[in-house]
């Protein structure tokens, strides 16, 4: 149950694209597609942002995208804006359990 | 409206024990799995446990022996009995519902309890 892996941070300005990277193996990320995205803002609870690598829930806009590639899986958002500014989540099922990445903190510039 | 209220946290000393609750309302406990989060201070997210519909459970090799995940049907509430507590235990304890059965993601969270683990 090893934690996957993020960047610890990331950054970009308003309007543009960002992409956080998640890896792991081949027992979580490269052998389901079962990943799912959380935003959590200071002192709030996650909230989910993508579910089974690159679907969104409802009211989630349409500028977070997912997908997956291997064992590495990746969160896209589009136009950035100052709301986005956030620490983003992966997650992987495997066989029963869960394992979460460590976390990336997004600032917009 | 789906609602989640974890209560029970609090300072406790190491190796003590905490039970903590999570008050579900919008739907049935028992008919979704549930599963309880944690966070440390200031950092990431960690996976505890689960409760399938069905009743089989499952633990984070950390708390494994040591935690207990349960559900009272009745009162459509979730618990997590936490024994030998440690101190590398101290963290906000997040209970997460699990979409649908046979899905894999947490689409609603409690705002949490804080479990100070110090003597």
């Known amino acids: 149950q090893s934690a996957l892996t993020q960047p610890a941070s990331v950054s970009g300005s308003p309007g543009q694209s960002i992409t956080i990277s998640c890896t792991g193996t081949?027992?979580?990320?490269?052998?389901?597609?079962?990943v799912s995205w959380y935003q959590q803002h200071p002192g709030k609870a996650p909230k989910l942002m993508i579910y089974?690598?690159?679907n969104r829930p409802s009211g989630v806009s349409n500028r977070f995208s997912g997908s997956k590639s291997g064992n590495t899986a990746s969160l896209t958002i589009s136009g950035l804006q100052a709301e986005d500014e956030a620490d983003y989540y992966c997650?992987?099922?495997?066989?029963?359990?869960?394992?979460f990445g460590g976390g990336t903190k997004l600032t917009v510039l | 409206e789906v609602q989640l209220v974890e209560s029970g946290g609090g300072l406790i000393q190491p190796g003590g024990s905490l039970r903590l609750s999570c008050a579900a309302s919008?739907?049935?406990?028992?008919?979704?799995?549930m599963s309880w989060v944690r966070q440390a201070p200031g950092k990431g997210l960690e996976w505890v446990s689960v409760?399938?519909?069905?009743?089989?459970?499952y633990y984070a090799d950390s708390v494994k022996g040591r935690f207990t995940i349960s559900r009272d049907n009745s009162k459509n509430t979730l618990y997590l009995q936490m024994n030998s507590l440690r101190a590398e235990d101290t963290a906000v304890y997040y209970c997460?519902?699990?979409?649908?059965?046979?899905?894999?993601?947490?689409?609603?969270w409690g705002q949490g309890t804080l479990v100070t683990v110090s003597s």
């Open positions: 997460a519902r699990i979409e649908a059965v046979g899905a894999t993601y947490f689409d609603y």
């Open positions: 919008g739907f049935t406990v028992s008919s979704n799995y």
């Open positions: 409760i399938y519909s069905g009743g089989s459970t």
């Open positions: 081949s027992s979580d990320v490269g052998g389901y597609n079962y």
């Open positions: 089974d690598v690159s």
């Open positions: 997650s992987s099922y495997t066989s029963s359990t869960w394992v």
